[in-house]
């Protein structure tokens, strides 16, 4: 993935599926931006009602 132009995130999909065993999905996002990037773990076994998903980890990386 190319690093972005400074003021912009690139965010992509790295993971869609059942990591947690409780059949429903979770999702992994890459996001990208001009100071580094950041993994972001979505769980739907964490997930407060009337949502689907919930942010349990956000694990960042900086860079130049």
Known sequence: MNKPEYGTNILAVDFVGD???DMLPDLLLNEVGS????MLLFLSSKAETGFLLKLVRKVTHACC
Not at 35 to 38: A, I, W
């Open 19 to 21: 990591l947690d065993g």
């Open 35 to 38: 100071n580094g990037s950041s």
